[in-house]
């Protein structure tokens, strides 16, 4: 499995809408040594991704959005084993048993993240700029929450005991 490095964001969370909500699960965003974008999503004992989306933004909770932002790619049932948290790349069809929206083209700078766990649905906005290329392919996560991790870094593993322990 290729080691990535993750700029965290708050994700979003509120039912299966498209409005972001700030106390979600924090999800992990990076590149791989090869500049392909990832994503982790940690997940509580029992959580299950059923689908995940690229849409060309996430809506804020502040915002009224009477439709949802255009969806670039819809993909569902994760195809590799995971239980502490799922890892996959952006647009790699081969990760999900269904694609049920390709992608064809160049991938914008900014985009949103969508991932359906359980009933509701997480949002997490990407900026590729705002990825530390430093960071690229070491395994360690960088993220913008002191409440996770006051120096910004944390390893994937204790993403994971963080949500276990305050979000699940």
């Not at 299966?16 to 990832?38: I, K, R």
């Not at 959580?47 to 009477?66: K, L, N």
């Not at 990760?95 to 997480?122: D, M, N, W």
Request: glycine share 8%; net charge negative.
């Amino acid at each position: 499995m290729a080691a990535i490095a993750v700029v965290l964001l708050s994700a979003t969370s509120c039912g299966l809408s498209y409005m972001a909500d700030p106390e979600g699960v924090t999800m992990g965003v990076g590149l791989t040594a090869d500049g392909q974008v990832q994503v982790f999503v940690p997940l509580c004992p029992g959580q299950r991704v059923s689908a995940v989306e690229v849409r060309e933004e996430v809506v804020s909770a502040t915002e009224e959005s009477p439709k949802p932002p255009p969806l670039l790619w819809r993909a569902t049932g994760p195809v590799a084993p995971y239980d502490e948290g799922l890892r996959f790349t952006v647009l790699k069809d081969v990760q999900f048993a269904t694609v049920e929206k390709t992608f064809s083209g160049s991938l914008p700078s900014r985009f949103g993240v969508y991932v359906e766990i359980g009933s509701h649905r997480e949002g997490l906005p990407v900026d590729r700029a705002a990825i530390p290329k430093a960071a690229t392919g070491t395994g360690m996560l960088a993220l913008d929450n002191p409440r996770i991790a006051e120096d910004g870094v944390v390893s994937e593993k204790d993403l994971v005991e963080y949500t276990r322990r305050v979000v699940c």
